[in-house]
């Protein structure tokens, strides 16, 4: 194998070794701090593996594979599996390898209170998490990414349920879990028809207009659940539920992006459908906009973060819609950085008071200087404040969605005002201010939980610098430039913040403006997660019922029936049966009779 | 020993079952040790058949044939094709992973363990015989134990009854362990009835020389004879299999049969009712198949939807498992209606890779029964916290049965999905796909409900863990699971040749007439 290929294999696998080790051997696990320590160490190995890729994929060579027969059926291949380097890959694979990291690194000191044996199974996740991610984000096939796709979806199912025992917790791990099992659905669906169509599952195929855009409307589907785009967004928020450095990785930076990824690998599939572009434009700042509209009424840190999550993969969704796969990936890419960031910081700010509460915060800046200037950098990231990366990201998509439609670029011109205003409400409710009575004895976090901060702070800040070899690495030449769109969207971040600075940045309040109060009542009903509900519990266990009911007294009662009528038969029967012998004698003589009849008239 | 491989591993088990039926019945662990020995015998020589089968050559290898009655064609034939391999190791380890959950029992154990091996060297007969009658007397041999199985160690549980049926349900006393065991033996016993009078249609019209499997494929057959023998092979085995509308028997045997008892039944005797119909029905009968294969197809698909759907709605941890089998052999006949070479390979591992997970399944539904004495969902939860084991293991068998990548589940049915669509059947994979989908629903509500949630509640104080045997039939259930699922070429490529073999058959419409009469 060529050292690039070697590179991602370590990538790969340095994860499933710690996973496996972890799963057979279970007293590292029970002890817990092994299992820590060989986790964030096979981690390690596959950050520096990753970017020891990434750094070879810069000289520009052409991609390179290895792959292995997986299936084999009536004598010809039916699907690989293997490693693919090249630009997109390597870029990926970095920005998963070092948030897991960085993620890894916070939870020893964030779940530190965790029984050792739960804090084992903990890491036994991440690992398992960071293999699946990599199979995904390395696959040289749809159906290798498909696995991975799963893999990963399991994994949050298994860390949203994390604290299994809290009720709220299994449900929410649950949901998510169906959610986007259901979504998933599409992408089985679009791997099959684009098998029947291409006769393979590579991503380069040519097929017929209306077969694209069956094939990429599937895909898409998924991608809707996967990265949590209206109307599927609904699992996102309460997975929440999960520990914080947890949505950090998967909820945020790195597993909910792989929608965004699916649609980067298979864009030679979605420029073949000019309609599927059209409805994730629309779709993408749509859900930018609507998210951001819930994440103003949240009280919950968390939950503000995962409205903007949502919204922020909308932004990426619809510059992919408008045929920018360059700015969507790269708005994936700072983003992760940003939103992990942020989340970290919550986590850190959450870990110090007990509280999810922004109202329970307050002041934090003062007791948490490192923490609060972490999560003010992310914000003003987040809300594309000139000079942070976010800002670049945020161009390159406007930019391409400018071109594609004016309604959507509206949109997303309204959510940067809004993205602005939220986290400005957050910021300064939470770390400015008086201190509340739960913040009075904040502290900041031991080492572990501070390095990640400033490191994903120092790449939320400078990570702009990048713009141009990640866009090279991907095939496309991008300098910067200021837009006339890009700018009006960051007059309208400035209003956002100011806003909020007028609203909360001057005394204790927290709540919502009463300006966005049908906001709140539209979030409290939350009407697409009422629909759910009542089509699970009024349609779907209702209809289950009824057959299980059919089978058990319909179709079984007929097979009951055949044999309570043959035993009934037998009763009946067997009076013929008296023991007499002239009975018999007489049965016998009519027999007789009858048979000489028979033959006589024949 | 090489050449007799074949019968080391029908023999191992009977020869086994003999010698714990001389065993005194107070030498406890010596019957488990002799069962477990001649489950260990049979498990590693499946495991060498596999690893020596000859891919490349495919075909019928190890051929051993012993006449009985030459002048009726009957003889003692084995021979080992591409599915016998994986069948085999199927059969070997559920059987071993069986006597390993079955060590703590309490009642009668001489007599339990001896019906148990001669039920499995009844099934390892079935997957080997290269004769019709044999073929038959061996399926019969693994169907007629259950009876007692089910009726001496089983469990009986209050189904209880709703509805304006209620009166006469509880008149068939549903739910007891002798209702249950007389359904699914009366309701075999018809289907064997209705395969039996194929076999002699078969034989006749073929000559009447020969019980052979190899001449009978070469025979043949009328369309019209064979339009109406197909429908008795396909109901008959596939009662076994839990074809709708004859699937009743499996919820309530599987209910009330031990563990071991359950895991042998879902796990590998449903296996021998698809595993009749495609080897009989489908290869034998070319035309007959090409005629009633939408009807086998629908049939299939509804089995995946209806059985996933009744499963969601049941509280009877035992029960949920029942419909679940019904649902994913559902899968086996969607393969194999589809005749093409995916469908056949996904079929055939599908029935693995359900053998597999179900017997995991049922050894966990076994330890959980055993510790809480309930088997209702409801009043369960928080399990996690004191079986964890049990908790994972569960888990897994879950994520295969819904059909996660990485494990065996997604293998059979992406591949069963994919020959559907190549054929253009996009109703039949869709219920499958919306099968699989709801599998994920029940089943994770299922684990959510038993394992998560507070700790378990006062009336389970005596919960444990799995302990020293029981991890055995866990552990190696589990890595199965995971291992055929990572690299199903373990088997994959055995099951390829076999189906290359007997497609081409199924496939075959004008095969030559060699022997006289037949037109």
Same mark, same amino acid.
């Given at each position: ?28 696990r ?6 820590a320590v060989l986790?964030?160490a ?9 970017v ?19 299936i084999?059926?009536g ?9 693919r ?5 390597a870029?990926?694979?970095?920005v ?7 993620v ?6 964030y ?6 044996p ?9 690992a398992?998490?960071?293999f699946?991610?990599n199979?995904?984000?390395i ?10 796709w ?14 299994f025992k809290?009720?709220?917790?299994a449900?929410?791990?649950?949901k ?8 998933d ?15 393979s ?21 998924a ?15 309460d997975a929440?539920?999960g ?8 909820h ?6 792989a929608?965004?990824y ?10 073949q ?8 434009l629309y779709l993408?700042?749509?859900t930018?906009?609507?998210a951001?509209?819930l ?8 939950k ?5 999550t ?17 700015g969507?990936?790269?708005?994936l890419?700072?983003?992760a ?16 008071v007990h ?12 007791k948490?200087?490192?923490?609060g ?15 942070f990366?976010?800002?670049f990201s ?13 309604v ?11 993205t602005?205003f ?6 300064f409710?939470?770390?400015f201010?008086?201190p ?14 501070r ?9 939320s ?5 990048f ?16 837009t ?6 960051s007059?309208?971040g ?6 909020a ?13 009463g300006?966005v ?6 979030s ?19 209809v ?21 009528g ?6 009946r ?8 012998v002239?009975?018999?004698v007489?049965a016998?003589v ?7 009849f ?5 | ?24 019945a ?9 069962s477990l ?16 089968y000859d891919?490349?050559?495919?075909g ?11 002048k ?9 094709d ?11 380890v559920?059987i071993?992973?069986?006597v390993?959950?079955?060590?703590t029992?309490?009642?009668r ?11 499995v ?5 079935v997957?080997?015989s290269?004769?019709?009658l ?8 693994a ?16 189904v ?10 509880t008149?068939?006393k549903?739910g007891?362990?002798g209702y ?11 289907g064997?009835?209705?395969?039996m ?5 078969l034989? $006749?019209k073929s @000559? ?7 001449? *009978?494929?070469?025979?043949? !057959? +009328? &369309? =019209?004879?064979q339009i109406?023998v197909?429908?008795?092979v ?12 004859f ?10 049969a ?13 296996k ?5 119909v ?5 290869v034998l ?5 090409q005629?009633?294969?939408?009807v ?25 498992v ?7 052999m ?12 995916e469908g ?7 029935m $693995?890779?359900? @053998? ?6 049922f050894? *966990?539904v076994?330890?959980? !029964? +055993? &510790? =809480? ?12 916290t ?9 888990t897994l068998?879950?994520?295969?049965s ?5 494990t ?21 994979a ?9 599998t994920?629903?029940?089943?994770l509500?299922a684990?959510?409900a038993i ?13 444990t863990?799995?302990?020293t ?6 552990v190696i259930?589990g ?14 490529d ?11 058959k ?6 030559v007439?060699i022997?006289g009469?037949?037109?």
């Amino acid at each position: 194998m060529t050292p690039p290929l070697t590179y991602a294999a370590v990538a790969v696998f340095a994860p499933v070794a710690a996973a496996l080790v972890l799963a057979v051997l279970y007293p590292l696990r029970k002890k817990g701090m092994p299992a820590a320590v060989l986790t964030i160490a096979s981690s390690s190995a596959a950050f520096v593996s990753a970017v020891l890729l990434f750094i070879d994929r810069l000289q520009g060579a052409p991609p390179e594979l290895a792959t292995v027969p997986w299936i084999q059926s009536g004598s010809k291949v039916l699907a690989d599996v293997g490693l693919r380097v090249d630009g997109a890959s390597a870029s990926m694979l970095v920005v998963v390898t070092l948030v897991a990291l960085m993620v890894q690194v916070f939870s020893l000191g964030y779940m530190h209170d965790e029984e050792p044996p739960a804090f084992g199974r903990y890491f036994a996740y991440h690992a398992l998490f960071l293999f699946s991610m990599n199979v995904l984000v390395i696959a040289p096939n749809l159906l290798q990414l498909f696995a991975g796709w799963e893999l990963v979806g399991v994994t949050s199912y298994l860390l949203i349920g994390f604290y299994f025992k809290k009720p709220s917790a299994a449900r929410a791990a649950v949901k998510a879990f169906w959610v986007t099992k259901f979504a998933d659905m599409g992408l089985l669906f679009g791997l099959l028809v684009l098998y029947v169509a291409s006769g393979s599952f590579g991503w380069d195929a040519h097929l017929e207009p209306a077969t694209a855009t069956l094939v990429t409307l599937l895909f898409f589907f998924a991608v809707v659940g996967k990265s949590a785009q209206f109307p599927l967004h609904v699992w996102l928020p309460d997975a929440m539920e999960g520990p914080t450095p947890v949505s950090a990785l998967l909820h945020a930076a790195t597993m909910v992006a792989a929608g965004v990824y699916l649609v980067v690998r298979a864009n030679p599939l979605f420029e073949q459908s000019e309609f599927t572009r059209t409805v994730m434009l629309y779709l993408g700042a749509g859900t930018a906009l609507f998210a951001a509209l819930l994440a103003l009424v949240q009280t919950d840190i968390k939950k503000v973060l995962a409205y903007s999550t949502c919204s922020q993969l909308g932004y990426m969704v619809s510059a992919l819609g408008a045929g920018s796969m360059v700015g969507g990936f790269w708005h994936l890419t700072t983003h992760a950085f940003f939103k992990a960031l942020l989340f970290l910081a919550a986590g850190s700010a959450i870990h110090a008071v007990h509280s999810n509460e922004i109202g329970d915060m307050g002041g934090l800046l003062k007791k948490m200087p490192l923490t609060g200037g972490a999560f003010i950098i992310g914000s003003l990231a987040l809300a594309g404040f000139p000079g942070f990366s976010g800002f670049f990201s945020k161009d390159m998509v406007l930019e391409a969605v400018e071109h594609a439609g004016k309604v959507p670029f509206a949109l997303l011109v309204a959510t940067a005002f809004l993205t602005a205003f939220y986290m400005g409400r957050v910021v300064f409710v939470a770390f400015f201010g008086a201190p509340s009575a739960r913040a009075a004895h904040a502290h900041e976090p031991p080492w572990s939980m501070r390095l990640p901060l400033v490191v994903l702070a120092t790449l939320s800040v400078f990570g702009g610098a990048f713009t141009t070899p990640f866009a090279a690495l991907q095939g496309e030449e991008v300098h910067f430039h200021l837009t006339g769109g890009a700018a009006l969207a960051s007059l309208f971040g400035f209003a956002g913040i100011g806003l909020a600075f007028f609203t909360y940045g001057r005394g204790p309040r927290h709540e919502a403006p009463g300006a966005v109060a049908f906001v709140e009542r539209m979030s409290n009903s939350h009407a697409v997660n009422r629909f759910y509900e009542v089509l699970f519990h009024r349609v779907a266990l209702v209809v289950s019922d009824a057959l299980a009911w059919t089978d058990r007294y319909i179709v079984d009662g007929l097979i009951n029936a055949v044999g309570y009528g043959a035993l009934e038969a037998g009763r009946r029967a067997r009076p013929l049966q008296t023991g007499l012998v002239p009975d018999y004698v007489l049965a016998a003589v009519i027999g007789v009779l009858g048979l000489a009849f028979w033959s006589a008239s024949s | 020993m090489n050449e007799h491989l074949l019968s080391i591993i029908v023999m191992a088990p009977a020869l086994a079952a003999l010698v714990v039926i001389l065993l005194p019945a107070t030498a406890r662990l010596a019957i488990r040790v002799v069962s477990l020995t001649g489950a260990a015998i049979s498990l590693a020589g499946s495991v060498m058949a596999l690893v020596t089968y000859d891919r490349v050559a495919s075909g019928h290898q190890r051929v051993e044939t012993y006449p009985i009655l030459p002048k009726l064609g009957i003889s003692l034939s084995f021979a080992q094709d591409g599915w016998g391999g994986p069948l085999l190791v199927l059969t070997g380890v559920i059987i071993f992973a069986g006597v390993l959950a079955s060590w703590t029992l309490k009642t009668r154990d001489k007599e339990y363990f001896s019906l148990l091996l001669i039920l499995v060297a009844g099934v390892f007969g079935v997957f080997v015989s290269q004769d019709l009658l044999l073929f038959f007397l061996f399926y019969e041999v693994a169907v007629l134990p259950m009876y007692l199985l089910i009726g001496i160690w089983g469990s009986s549980h209050e189904v209880p009854a709703d509805g304006p049926f209620k009166a006469a349900w509880t008149l068939f006393k549903v739910g007891d362990k002798g209702y249950a065991a007389m359904k699914l033996t009366l309701m075999l016993l018809v289907g064997s009835a209705a395969i039996m009078i194929a076999i002699f249609a078969l034989y $006749v019209k073929s @000559g009447a020389t020969s019980f052979d499997l190899e001449h *009978l494929a070469q025979t043949k !057959y +009328d &369309r =019209s004879l064979q339009i109406w023998v197909f429908p008795l092979v396909w109901l008959g085995f596939g009662t076994l299999s839990g074809v709708f509308p004859f699937h009743t028997w499996s919820p309530d045997g599987h209910a009330s049969a031990p563990t071991a008892v359950s895991m042998l039944h879902a796990g590998v005797l449903m296996k021998l009712g698809a595993f009749g119909v495609m080897r009989i029905g489908m290869v034998l009968m070319p035309e007959g198949t090409q005629f009633w294969v939408p009807v086998v197809g629908a049939v299939a698909a509804l089995n995946v939807l209806y059985g996933a759907m009744c499963a969601m709605s049941q509280s009877d941890l035992k029960y949920i498992v029942a419909y679940s089998s019904v649902s994913h052999m559902g899968i086996v006949m969607l393969g194999a209606a589809t005749l093409t070479p995916e469908g056949w390979n996904g079929a055939v591992f599908q029935m $693995v890779a359900h @053998g597999v997970m179900t017997g995991l399944f049922f050894a *966990l539904v076994g330890i959980v !029964y +055993d &510790r =809480s004495h309930t088997r209702s969902v409801p009043q369960m939860g928080g399990f996690a916290t004191v079986m964890p084991g049990v908790a994972a293991f569960f888990t897994l068998a879950c994520l295969s049965s819904l059909g996660l990548p990485g494990t065996a589940g997604f293998v059979s049915e992406f591949v069963v999905f994919l020959g559907a669509f190549s054929k253009g059947h996009y109703v039949w994979a869709t219920a499958g796909i919306l099968g699989a989908f709801v599998t994920a629903i029940y089943v994770l509500r299922a684990t959510r409900a038993i394992f998560w949630g507070e700790g378990p509640n006062r009336d389970f104080h005596e919960l444990t863990d799995a302990r020293t045997t029981e991890w055995g039939a866990l552990v190696i259930l589990g890595t199965g699971l995971v291992i055929l699922g990572m690299w199903p070429r373990v088997i994959f490529d055995h099951i390829d040749a076999g189906s290359a073999l007997y497609l081409a058959k199924a496939l075959a419409s004008n095969t030559v007439a060699i022997f006289g009469g037949v037109q």
